[in-house]
């Protein structure tokens, strides 16, 4: 039996590391399902079987839990900021401003609350006090993002070997963390006087009022006089909107009008628009009507079929540049992104991963089909290069020092606020350098998980050694009601604001709560009480510059005010 023994005890070898590891997750994982009142902790278990195995001895050489601890936090973080590019500037227009100025709000009176308790509860005079804060402050917001910034930037400001075990704080706060984000939604609910049923209706009444730019058909018969003897090209120039003119009756005969398609009075076309321009187009070209001609020329037979984009040559490609019309005889009607139905514009910029509606003879279609690539095995192969020229920009971008006077030390954004933010502007931008940032969603997610879970066992490795002494006979009680103050309050303001001064719908309000803590389970509760999108838009509105104010005000805190 001494393999076995030496198995576990021979600390340094590459065996007992992974065998570490793999103990630490599966049981942090497994241990993470289990529900107290429909409410589990998730993958962030991990970390308090990490202090379980770290209290006992169970262990592994510093320098090789640094390592995993560091790579694994830039994998979560880059992946994140893929996950989270496209949307980030996107969330910034009309409507998502106030959200988005709100979630800012609740994150400055976090970081508030959190130095009013540790001027009210803790000894100033001892400079391990304010950095153990910081690990409160993100598991009261259930953030371990901004706990692996702080982490990293608090290395940059004490010796090694005196970095405080901020993931001690972290592990005390995180539990009420997650419960004390559902109960003070629930509060503004009560403070509010909200009623569920009402909200739901309010959704009702504003989804079919407000007109989405999503993809609207109607048949209509050219009535106006200006448009006798012009092409489509000229039409659409005149007009100066978006849309698509899949099918022209002309004559009797049944055909797919091009740019240089002429059109009479008395045709009868089916026009592709944005919701919000159908009634204007309608009104330029003529009466809406009930066709009853046949959707396919017998002669040539007009096929509707969707084509996805995984040839990396159309990365990024604008659509109203390829000229699907005049030199394939198509017509682009729709684009789905994500799930989503887009209109297709001029302007839209192809992605690897798009699902094209493409309408037209069958021939022409298959060739369209051929040029897009339309090969979904090639989806499944995750882009490999791009992560990692990525990693390389983000790490060089992040390790630049900007000397700031008063500062112990120069300001780098680091490991984690670096390659945060590259991943965001590659997510964005990246097809204007030729990159293919595309990755299945289950890819991404196996990515972050697999970057969560060794960051979050190597922190609670090392937090395990000092555990007992800095929580069950230091201040740990301290951090516990600290963190629900810090969690509570800024809701209870935040929300009834955005509720009684700026009238957003309770749900749309319980998304941007969730969002800006970045916390699933308060985002699926309000799933469980709402039939609508409205929690899930909130949430996805204020999640991208919440996450990356959250990790960027975890080192300036600690830059600025722990040295």
């Avoid at 393999?3 to 021979?10: C, E, K, S």
């Avoid at 984000?181 to 629930?186: D, R, S, V, W």
């Avoid at 045709?267 to 959707?295: K, M, N, R, S, Y």
Wanted: some cysteine; charged content about 15%.
């Amino acid at each position: 039996m001494e393999w076995l023994i030496n198995l576990f005890t021979t600390t340094d070898s590459v065996a007992h590391i992974a065998l570490l590891y793999a103990i630490v997750i599966a049981c942090g994982v497994y241990l993470g399902k289990i529900k107290v009142g429909g409410i589990s902790l998730g993958v962030t278990f991990v970390l308090f079987a990490g202090i379980v195995a770290g209290h006992v001895g169970f262990t592994a050489p510093v320098n090789i839990l640094t390592f995993i601890q560091d790579f694994g936090l830039i994998l979560f973080v880059f992946c994140i900021g893929l996950q989270v590019g496209p949307g980030f500037f996107e969330s910034f227009r009309k409507g998502g401003i106030t959200l988005n100025l709100l979630s800012t709000a609740l994150i400055v009176l976090n970081i508030g609350v959190m130095f009013g308790c540790y001027y009210l509860f803790f000894d100033t005079g001892d400079k391990n006090n304010l950095p153990m804060m910081v690990g409160t402050l993100y598991g009261a917001v259930t953030n371990t993002p901004g706990l692996g910034a702080a982490k990293e930037a608090l290395t940059s400001v004490f010796a090694q070997g005196s970095v405080p075990e901020i993931a001690s704080g972290y592990a005390c706060a995180y539990p009420l963390g997650v419960l004390g984000i559902i109960g003070a939604t629930i509060a503004v609910r009560y403070i509010c006087r909200v009623n569920l049923s009402d909200e739901e209706k309010e959704l009702d009444v504003q989804e079919s009022d407000n007109p989405h730019a999503k993809p609207h058909i109607m048949h209509l018969k050219v009535s106006n006089a200006y448009m006798a003897g012009r092409t489509l090209g000229q039409i659409s120039e005149f007009l100066n909107r978006d849309f698509v003119c899949t099918r022209l009756l002309h004559n009797g005969e049944v055909s797919i009008p091009i740019q240089n398609t002429v059109l009479e009075l008395g045709d009868e076309v089916l026009i592709v628009c944005a919701t919000a321009d159908a009634e204007a187009i309608q009104a330029f070209i003529g009466p809406i009507i009930d066709a009853e001609w046949t959707a396919e020329d017998k002669t040539q037979p007009l096929v509707s079929r969707r084509i996805v984009v995984t040839k990396p040559s159309m990365n990024g490609k604008t659509l109203g540049k390829i000229h699907f019309n005049s030199v394939y005889g198509v017509n682009i009607t729709r684009i789905t992104r994500q799930g989503i139905d887009l209109f297709a514009s001029r302007e839209h910029h192809f992605n690897v991963g798009d699902r094209v509606m493409v309408v037209g003879p069958e021939d022409n279609v298959n060739r369209v089909a051929d040029m897009m690539g339309n090969s979904v095995k090639r989806l499944d192969t995750p882009n490999i290069a791009t992560i990692f020229i990525g990693i390389i920009i983000g790490i060089l971008f992040g390790s630049i020092p900007v000397a700031i006077p008063g500062m112990p030390a120069p300001l780098k954004l680091g490991i984690a606020g670096g390659p945060l933010i590259i991943a965001i502007l590659i997510g964005r931008f990246g097809y204007r350098m030729k990159l293919v940032t595309y990755t299945t969603t289950s890819a991404n997610m196996m990515l972050r998980e697999i970057g969560l879970v060794l960051f979050l066992a190597s922190v609670g490795i090392k937090a395990g050694a000092n555990f007992w002494q800095t929580v069950i006979e230091g201040d740990g009680l301290k951090y516990v009601y600290t963190g629900v103050l810090i969690t509570i309050i800024p809701i209870l303001i935040i929300g009834t604001i955005a509720r009684l001064k700026y009238k957003f719908n309770y749900f749309t309000i319980m998304g941007m709560l969730a969002g800006t803590c970045t916390d699933p389970p308060a985002l699926a509760y309000a799933n469980q009480i709402c039939s609508k999108e409205a929690p899930a838009i909130g949430y996805s509105t204020v999640y991208p510059l919440s996450m990356f104010l959250r990790i960027f005000t975890a080192q300036l805190i600690v830059l600025f005010c722990c040295g």
